[in-house]
């Protein structure tokens, strides 16, 4: 009964007239006394912010503020996988071969997340990771390694919560919502970064769109609060040690490692 509610709730509440009143909201002026009681809210470190608040016209100009130069240390380790996001890191698992992944109990397909059964062969067997990032979260995304990118695509149209209640009552919103994929191939092989757009705005906005791209390098940001889902190859990811889930991530971190195969194995 619980689920039925919340789907109808969302529905009625995520149309493209609601939608729309949000955006032109939060990016208008009329937003922008709001900002103190946003940073208050949430708790956010105006230390690391790259402009004064007084700076930031609207709410959207805080949301999707950029950092202090050095503010996000990357990794220097060759192997390593530098978390892309600050976030939370929710869930951990494997890529089963019948292309499905279990996230917080709910069962998603694969197919449908990304689209191409193809693509989707190399990685069945291998790793995937949730990171999600609340309305207190930095929201620009970074390169978790350096490599060249394969392949850029869209899917979805709509997109509902992916927050606690999301994710428990919501229909695979993972798999469901607006999403941007970008798949970044180097030596150790590929890896997918699925960037799920959240509840009313589906503004993912990409700000480099080089063919090649640097370990921490910023290439996009989500316009409010969303998820990535990282997918790797078989047999090529680690997840370090240390990290036991649900982990605090911040960009540049090291939260795993990639193994070069030797030719032949």
């Not at 009329?30 to 105006?46: D, E, G, V």
Request: glycine residues 8%; proline residues 3%.
């Amino acid at each position: 009964m619980y689920q039925t509610f919340y789907r109808i709730l969302i529905e009625l509440t995520n149309g493209r007239v609601s939608s729309g009143l949000l955006k032109q909201f939060s990016q208008s002026k009329l937003s922008k006394p709001l900002i103190p009681f946003y940073i208050k809210q949430f708790n956010l470190n105006q230390q690391e912010f790259g402009d004064d608040k007084k700076s930031y016209t609207n709410l959207h100009d805080l949301f999707t503020r950029q950092l202090k130069q050095g503010a996000r240390p990357v990794t220097t380790e060759n192997s390593s996988v530098a978390s892309p996001v600050d976030g939370v890191l929710e869930d951990a698992g494997e890529i089963r071969t019948d292309k499905k992944i279990v996230v917080k109990g709910k069962v998603y397909s694969m197919e449908e997340m990304v689209g191409d059964a193809q693509f989707l062969e190399k990685y069945l067997g291998g790793k995937y990771l949730v990171l999600y990032l609340s309305p207190s979260h930095y929201h620009r995304i970074h390169a978790p390694i350096s490599g060249s990118v394969v392949k850029r695509w869209t899917l979805g149209k709509k997109s509902y919560p992916v927050n606690k209640w999301g994710m428990k009552y919501g229909k695979e919103p993972l798999a469901k919502n607006y999403r941007t994929i970008t798949e970044l191939q180097n030596e150790a092989g590929c890896l997918t970064m699925v960037k799920v757009g959240a509840m009313f705005i589906n503004s993912i906005v990409i700000t480099d769109d080089s063919q090649q791209l640097e370990k921490g390098q910023e290439f996009s940001y989500f316009s409010f609060g969303s998820t990535v889902v990282l997918l790797f190859e078989r047999d090529r990811f680690q997840l370090v040690e240390k990290i036991s889930i649900p982990a605090e991530v911040r960009v540049g971190e090291t939260i795993g490692h990639l193994t070069v195969k030797e030719e032949g194995v």
